[in-house]
């Protein structure tokens, strides 16, 4: 899994870059068809989260604890929560309206969404309840670690995202602040999952260590 930390830092480099290139030609250059519906940045958007969703995918599945064994399968469940967030937020993040195809529009921008969403996540919370004594554990162990600070910097990126996607904050260039507090939203999610596997296998590690 170090090759999971390396690319960490790479996505953090990749991520200051186009942050300071789209600041450019939003701001300086007023190429405001960048932050649009089905644009440049929306596009880089998807792209992270299909990332997110694979590197998530990488970590599911039991053999892939092996190394903390009695914890495999709660560890290898939140890998496919990880997955099921990123499937999320592509399914959100998506515009078909222009494809006029009734069916990929209901599923995307219409009531679908919330029928495939209460779908998936009605049983991923009911198992993840099932782990909820391990996972309190494992949060009280790891709530430093890269992970976790990584997920509160996402979860701080699209809250703020959400504030002007909902123009609650209305400001000149409120549109491209929303996609690009997004599209590092994202990226922290994407170093959160490339730092997944070490930082849990310390946190059930230490967890032995404390109860024997």
């Not at 960490?8 to 300086?28: D, E, G, H, K």
């Not at 694979?54 to 092996?66: D, R, Y």
């Not at 670690?145 to 996607?165: E, I, N, Q, R, W």
Request: with cysteine; aromatic share 14%; hydrophobic share 55%.
């Amino acid at each position: 899994m170090k090759k999971f930390l390396n690319l960490r830092y790479l996505t953090f480099f990749i991520m200051l870059v186009l942050t300071s290139i789209f600041t450019y030609q939003a701001i300086l250059l007023d190429q405001a068809y960048i932050y649009d519906e089905n644009e440049l940045m929306e596009h880089v958007q998807l792209l992270i989260l299909v990332l997110v969703g694979i590197v998530f995918f990488l970590q599911a599945g039991e053999s892939k604890w092996s190394m903390v064994q009695s914890s495999a399968a709660s560890l290898s469940f939140l890998a496919y929560l990880g997955l099921a967030l990123s499937f999320s937020f592509i399914i959100r993040e998506m515009h078909v309206t222009h494809s006029e195809i009734d069916w990929l529009i209901f599923i995307v921008d219409g009531q679908g969404y919330k029928i495939i969403m209460v779908l998936l996540w009605v049983p991923l919370l009911y198992k993840t309840f099932q782990y909820k004594d391990e996972y309190i554990e494992i949060v009280k162990k790891a709530i430093l670690s890269p992970t976790a600070l990584f997920l509160m910097a996402a979860v701080a990126c699209l809250g703020g995202g959400a504030l002007f996607d909902k123009e609650i904050i209305v400001v000149e260039y409120f549109r491209f602040y929303e996609e690009v507090l997004e599209m590092n939203g994202y990226g922290f999610m994407l170093m959160a999952a490339l730092s997944l596997h070490k930082d849990m296998v310390v946190a059930v590690s230490n967890e032995r260590s404390d109860a024997a």
